[in-house]
């Protein structure tokens, strides 16, 4: 499954958590407009929700993370599930009114656990939501576990869960505060650290404070900061994490031509992770679009469904804009009208843009594997168009000795006859069609 971002509402930033039950109305309306940003820019999304005060006080007052103790505990899981409930109805509809068509998934009966440890999930159920166009919208809830009855399964741990099942670009966390600092945020002299590396062995690059609630029964801050590592470590660096405070201007989030006013938490990558010490690149697995968001904005590449040329090109953003004059512009202008557009789970190449500008055929693929592309596109794109290709079994068809002669020719570093010259590369290329699609035709058998 393929995200552009896990947005989670942090229970601190929707609700009043000393006051039961209570939200806070400007916060969440705040929050459904973020939502609605991203959508309206083709994110593909999840959303999980915290408790804050709906279940939070009824969760510590029965101590259900100790698990089924008494018969009173049994009590207190169905008051907490009610009040937890309780506030997933109230979000997803605040979303709908927003014009969002979410969708409320609760984990109980289907998040499993066995003394802790997640044995089973329902993210397959997730995709098909938003495979059927919606946005689903997951909360921290009561679960059933193996070997302690019961347990309190935290946003958080099911943000994680997804994040290591998933491919996602970008967890944003929505909190109370302006992202972490390196002391209280209640604090005169506290920073907020803007950005945050973390190694392998999960250490940081700052010295972090966080603080919980004597309420919260999930860790608060602390949990968020174990979260941010295991997504970060997890995904090889392909995600990152981004802190901010709900009140931040939907607009300016992930937006390359601002500052963004948080704390971005990234992996440190290690020297060896260069170009060459990667796996060789099947061309087969490039066919479509390929992007990878960086701090650096996004990488786009296409690749030529027949002959396997592959061309890259850096972007600001993901936008349905900003696709629809790449394609335009870097493709169609250069190459012709396209025939068909085969491409990953981006919602932006199915924006309304691209069905009224781009009157062509598109199909879909899944995603494949990603790394740090964008900081070697050219050494990327040389190396997937020399390397023999899987289907074809020819390095891609429009290189050869050939373009090299008719460099020289155009040079005059050699004396050929014009006219010969295009028959026998007319010949040429005739003769690589005919064997690629000899290849491509066996390969089609192979997989009947």
């Keep these: 499954m393929f995200l552009d971002s896990i947005i989670k509402f942090g229970g601190s930033a929707v609700t009043v958590k000393d006051t039961l039950e209570t939200l806070k109305e400007d916060e969440l309306t705040h929050a459904c407009c973020i939502v609605k940003n991203f959508l309206q820019n083709g994110k593909r999304i999840v959303i999980v929700h915290g408790a804050g005060s709906f279940g939070h006080h009824q969760a510590k007052r029965y101590n259900i993370n100790a698990g089924f103790t008494n ?95 998933s491919d996602v670009r970008n967890v944003l966390f929505l909190t109370d505060v302006d992202g972490i600092y390196n002391k209280s945020p209640q604090d005169k002299d506290t920073k907020l650290i803007p950005d945050i590396t973390v190694e392998e062995n ?10 919980c609630s004597d309420i919260d029964v999930t860790g608060g801050m602390e949990l968020k900061i174990e979260t941010a590592k295991d997504i970060v470590i997890d995904s090889q660096g392909r995600s990152t994490v981004y802190v901010c405070n709900v009140l931040s201007e939907p607009s300016s989030i992930f937006n390359t031509a601002s500052i963004f006013n948080g704390t971005i938490i990234r992996l440190r990558k290690s020297q060896s992770n260069k170009l060459g010490d990667q796996k060789p690149v099947k061309s087969e697995t490039n066919t479509g679009i ?50 068909a557009l085969h491409f990953d789970q981006g919602r932006h190449y199915e924006s309304d843009i691209l069905k009224e500008l781009l009157n062509i055929r598109k199909t879909r693929t899944s995603v494949s594997e990603q790394t740090d592309w964008d900081l070697n596109l050219g050494c990327l794109a040389g190396a ?15 290189k050869g000795n050939q373009f090299f002669q008719l460099r020289a020719l155009a040079q005059g570093e050699v004396q050929v006859n014009p006219g010969e010259f295009v028959c026998e590369l007319r010949e040429w290329l005739q003769k690589a069609h005919s064997v690629a ?12």
Excluded at 303 to 327: G, M, N, Q, R
Excluded at 385 to 398: A, F, H, K, Q
Aim: glycine letters at 6%; charged letters at 25%; hydrophobic letters at 35%.
């Design 71 to 165: 018969e009173d505990t049994k009590k207190g899981f169905c008051m907490t599930r009610v009040s937890v409930t309780k506030l997933n109805n109230m979000i997803v509809n605040r979303l709908c009114q927003h014009g969002v068509n979410a969708v409320g998934i609760p984990a109980f009966g289907f998040w499993i656990t066995d003394n802790r440890k997640i044995i089973k999930h329902n993210i397959e159920m997730v995709n098909d939501v938003l495979e059927n166009g919606f946005v689903p919208v997951l909360h921290g809830d009561c679960v059933l576990d193996k070997t302690l009855g019961c347990v309190i399964l935290s946003g958080d741990t099911i943000i994680k869960t997804i994040s290591k099942q």
């Design 202 to 211: 999960r250490r940081t690059s700052k010295d972090i404070s966080t603080e």
């Design 290 to 339: 390929i992007r990878n968001i960086s701090k650096k904005g996004t990488a786009d590449s296409g690749t030529d469904h027949f002959t396997k040329w592959v061309e890259v090109f850096p972007v600001p953003d993901s936008t349905a804009v900003t696709c629809a004059y790449l394609i335009l512009k870097d493709i169609i202008c250069r190459y012709g009208c396209l025939f």
């Design 384 to 398: 997937c168009r020399s390397t023999p290709n899987e289907s074809t079994g020819l390095v891609d068809v429009r």
């Design 437 to 448: 699609r000899k290849h491509l035709l066996a390969k089609a058998k192979r997989l009947l």
